[in-house]
C-alpha cells in the first residue's frame, strides 16, 4: 500500500491540527496505521496506532487525551486529530502501515510502508 500523508503545517500553543494518510493500491483493511514523528536531531518515536482488528487504538502518554487517531468507514483514510498542542510536539510526522500486532505497533521497523512526512511547528 502506498501512503500520502498531509495536513501538517505551523500553529501556536493551544492550537489544533488534523493529519491525514490517505492509502492508495488498497485499503487499509487488515493492516495497522500508526503515525511516528521525529524531531531534529531525535529518534522516531510512536505517537499513536489504529489496530486493523476492532479499530482500538493506541497512544503515547505524551500526546494521550489530547490527540486522537480515527479512520473513515472506507478504510482508504486514517486521520491524526492533535488538541492542545506545545512547542514539544513540532517535528515531521509520519504515517505508516504494516501487518503489526499489539506488543509490537510502537516499533517503527515492524512497519512495510511509509507516507512522506508532514511537518508540524507549533510555536509559544
Known amino acids: 500500500v502506498q501512503l500520502q500523508a498531509s495536513g501538517g503545517g505551523a500553529v501556536q500553543t493551544g492550537g489544533s491540527l488534523s493529519l491525514s494518510c490517505a492509502a492508495s493500491g488498497r485499503t487499509f483493511s487488515g493492516y495497522t496505521v500508526a503515525w511516528f514523528r521525529q524531531a531534529p536531531g531525535k529518534e522516531r518515536e510512536f505517537v499513536a496506532a489504529?489496530?486493523?482488528?476492532?479499530?482500538?487504538?493506541h497512544y503515547a502518554d505524551s500526546v494521550k487525551g489530547r490527540f486522537t487517531i480515527f479512520r473513515d468507514g472506507a478504510r482508504k483514510t486514517v486521520y491524526l486529530r492533535m488538541n492542545s498542542l506545545n512547542p514539544e510536539d513540532t517535528s515531521v510526522y509520519y504515517c505508516a502501515a504494516g501487518n503489526v500486532i499489539t506488543s509490537t505497533l510502537r516499533d517503527f521497523d515492524r512497519y512495510h510502508s511509509w507516507g512522506q512526512g508532514t511537518l508540524v511547528t507549533v510555536s509559544s
Open positions: 489504529i489496530r486493523a482488528s476492532g479499530g482500538t487504538t
